[in-house]
């Protein structure tokens, strides 16, 4: 056997980060190509050498295996040091198991820095066929050297959406052999619907269909935020083949000089109704359908996408709303440097659906694990969460004025109530609009989480609490804003019940209403300790002021209550609400009032917060189409970005669309 390479053969792509979701993942497993060690996979410095090894420790549901940048090939495990050579080895996905690629990891067991970091283009993780080394590096995919290669690299046959594949690269697949194993040579999927996400599927090669994945017989794959290029499909789908009753979901994703005699990028055949949503299919070739090719049976559902007129004088354009046939501008597709970004006059950015992008903020919550920091793009989410008594970090991208929950009136709009300490961290969003009897905003009780960088605005309560209502708690609030919010008895921002003892500084308190405490109202037995805060009508406490702090813009309800009054189905009083911008005006007295002695800490791990998407916004479901697409010099956008290194699970940032 030849020595295996030890280094990329296949550069330049772009990295794509976007979202995915490792359900009630529970043990963490690490794998180091450069590991000197054979387990048991608990830490880096302990980590599996091969991937097999740690497929094999995790063959139940409840995993999630972090790889470091390396090539992994599927032929070698501890038992199998050197390979086998054997063509049909493979790597096998597994439902509940999330394989993450990108990490940093340690060097020959050493491990400086943060081990966690993860990037997926500085660590590339790369799932390779070239079980025998010998791959030379520009041969067409198919060519002489490919001839020892593995059919299939991966395989996510009989999977469910809980199987995961996250921030790899797949080549050098060659399925040359006999029935199936002329298919699909990157993933080869029977009956499987897993998830793929970030992935690059890069110089596969089938005699029959399907280089860089073949999907059969009722699977449903998602594929996220993937590119595939320069594969070669023999007869069928360059890219993509679909087979019997497949229906795959792409979403994000960029087909490129991929090649067949039918379908360069995707083909379909018998009864598969592929979804493709903010696609770009570009420079693929075939003499029948460059870009997709249905058979009769099949119909592929194309929208949003930039989809390569097969004959640019006739001047059609793919069926589908919202498809382009305009060149998309890409930097760089051809160069020996290929830059799969869009140059800042692409017709295709800010054209996408925000809406094709699944999950939303509450799922994310329900999966995260402990330590992991949910990290939320701009946008409004219309929606109501609860945090589980998960020691998380739930925290925005860029801040209150940007990043909105909205409770659509429905209920509390944040729920603390199983037992979240400190380590539950809530940071930098607008909370507005909930209606509760108790609770409007937040709700929590025998809880206490810490909650920065927060502005509760109109939100209402029947009886106490509007903006925050407490009992057996005792949360931290530190520069939180409370404005607009209202109770129909005691505690118009923050209502503390049953041995309460909450702790506010660097906060504002300012135009609350209630009977009774329109700011605060403790109980007999509870008591708030206030430092540093501008609290309308005053309150004992270190710094505390009281003046107006002069919002820039104050909140206005437009004097019919905040919401809609669902007894005047006719009316929307909703309409005139104006939640305000919260920022003080030079000259506020609570300017420079904060606690001189106050250094923010941050809490929680990293979750890498996705990056721009081909023809998406800045923000996964940000409220709005049209934001710019650019790098901070405005010279060109940004749809395939690597995000800097961060530490974190295989969980991506999740958001929800924005209200209508």
Not at 186 to 207: D, F, Q
Not at 440 to 461: D, L, R
Not at 583 to 609: E, H, Q, W, Y
């Amino acid at each position: 056997m030849q020595e295996r390479l030890t280094r990329c053969i296949i550069l330049g792509l772009a990295s794509v980060i976007v979202l995915a979701s490792l359900a009630h993942a529970q043990t963490v497993l690490h794998v180091d190509a450069g590991s000197p060690n054979d387990g048991p996979g608990n830490d880096w410095e302990h980590a599996y050498h091969y991937l097999q090894d740690a497929l094999t420790a995790a063959a139940s549901p409840g995993y999630e295996i972090r790889v470091t940048g390396g090539i992994h090939y599927p032929d070698e495990s501890t038992v199998d040091p050197n390979g086998t050579d054997d063509r049909t080895a493979i790597f096998q996905l597994e439902n509940g198991v999330g394989i993450c690629g990108g990490y940093r990891g340690c060097t020959a067991g050493v491990c400086g820095g943060d081990a966690d970091d993860r990037d997926l283009a500085l660590y590339e993780t790369i799932l390779s066929g070239d079980l025998g080394g010998n791959d030379v590096a520009g041969e067409f995919p198919g060519g002489p050297s490919f001839a020892d290669n593995s059919f299939h690299v991966v395989t996510g046959s009989g999977t469910d959406a809980t199987a995961i594949l996250d921030g790899v690269t797949i080549t050098a697949g060659y399925a040359n052999g006999g029935t199936w194993d002329d298919l699909g040579a990157g993933v080869n999927i029977e009956s499987g619907s897993p998830k793929l996400v970030n992935c690059r599927l890069i110089a596969n090669a089938t005699v029959r269909g399907g280089a860089g994945m073949y999907a059969r017989t009722n699977s449903g794959p998602a594929v996220i935020g993937c590119v595939f290029s320069g594969n070669s499909g023999g007869d069928l789908g360059g890219g993509i083949h679909t087979f019997q009753y497949s229906t795959p979901t792409v979403i994000n994703s960029v087909f490129i000089r991929n090649q067949a005699l039918w379908g360069g990028a995707i083909q379909n055949h018998t009864n598969c109704n592929p979804i493709l949503t903010n696609g770009i299919l570009w420079g693929n070739s075939a003499p029948s359908g460059p870009e997709i090719h249905n058979d009769a049976t099949s119909a592929s559902g194309d929208t949003c996408s930039c989809v390569q007129d097969a004959d640019p004088t006739d001047a059609s354009v793919y069926p589908g709303a919202g498809n382009t046939d305009a060149v998309p501008l890409f930097v760089d597709a051809l160069g020996s440097d290929v830059d799969l970004h869009l140059q800042s006059g692409s017709p295709c950015i800010n054209t996408g659906d925000n809406a094709a992008v699944p999950d939303d903020l509450l799922t994310d919550i329900d999966e995260a694990l402990a330590d992991n920091e949910v990290v939320v793009g701009p946008g409004t989410y219309v929606e109501r969460i609860n945090l589980q008594g998960k020691a998380i970090t739930l925290r925005s991208a860029n801040g209150p004025e940007v990043t909105i929950i909205d409770g659509d009136a429905g209920g509390s709009v944040i729920a603390c109530t199983s037992g979240e300490g400190p380590n539950t961290v809530i940071e930098g969003f607008k909370v507005k609009n909930g209606n509760a009897s108790v609770g409007g905003g937040v709700h929590i009780v025998g809880s206490s989480p810490a909650v920065s960088k927060c502005q509760f605005v109109g939100n209402t309560a029947t009886l106490v609490g509007g903006g925050m209502y407490g009992s057996l708690a005792s949360p931290t609030l530190t520069n939180c804003t409370f404005s607009g919010n209202s109770a129909g008895i005691s505690g118009g921002g923050v209502y503390n019940g049953s041995i309460s003892s909450p702790t506010l500084s660097n906060c504002v308190l300012w135009d609350n209403a209630a009977p009774t405490g329109a700011a605060i109202h403790d109980t007999g037995r509870s008591i708030s300790t206030v430092t540093y805060t501008c609290i309308e009508g005053g309150w004992p406490g270190d710094g505390n002021v009281i003046g107006d702090p002069a919002f820039q813009r104050a909140p206005n309800h437009g004097g019919d209550g905040w919401g809609d009054d669902p007894g005047t189905p006719d009316v929307d009083e909703g309409a005139n609400d104006d939640f305000g911008n919260l920022r003080l005006s030079p000259g506020s007295p609570a300017i420079d009032a904060g606690d001189p002695g106050f250094a923010p800490a941050r809490r929680g791990r990293f979750v890498r917060v996705a990056s721009v998407q081909p023809f998406h916004v800045v923000s996964i479901r940000a409220p709005a189409k049209g934001a710019i697409l650019a790098d901070d010099d405005h010279r060109r956008a940004e749809p395939f970005q690597s995000a800097p290194p961060r530490r974190g699970r295989c969980k991506m940032m999740i958001t929800d669309k924005a209200k209508a």
